[in-house]
Nanobody, 118 residues
Framework: QVRLVESGGGLVQAGGSLRLSCAASGRIFSINFMGWYRQVPGKERELVATIGSGGRTQYTDSVKGRFTISRDNAKNTVYLQMNSLKPEDTAVYYC????????????WGQGTQVTVSS
């Protein structure tokens, strides 16, 4: 059984920083991509950032220059460093990963709330 567990969300003032972590555990042979999505009520879940197994990163335009995604392959963990936070960054953030266990599948974390006050 593979699990993704996020941590690091919370309440922060505009201009502040937060660091999200997501650790994968269970019967894992390898992890392909890892990424972060976010969702606000009434809207579709949107991609924030991804990082491939080789370290290649991609970001949605609204977070470029403010957010940094990274991963520690030894710990099966992905991070999202969020700086210069804005109220519009408020959302539930979800971790996502493509993991080879018994078979290759797409896994999601339970989500962590990020609230940015103005």
């Amino acid at each position: 059984q593979v699990r993704l567990v996020e941590s690091g969300g919370g309440l922060v003032q505009a201009g502040g920083s937060l660091r999200l972590s997501c650790a994968a555990s269970g019967r894992i042979f390898s992890i392909n991509f890892m990424g972060w999505y976010r969702q606000v009520p009434g809207k579709e879940r949107e991609l924030v950032a991804t990082i491939g197994s080789g370290g290649r990163t991609q970001y949605t335009d609204s977070v470029k220059g403010r957010f940094t995604i990274s991963r520690d392959n030894a710990k099966n963990t992905v991070y999202l460093q969020m700086n210069s936070l804005k109220p519009e960054d408020t959302a539930v953030y979800y971790c996502n990963a493509g993991i080879l266990s018994s078979y290759l599948d797409d896994y999601w974390g339970q989500g962590t709330q990020v609230t940015v006050s103005s």
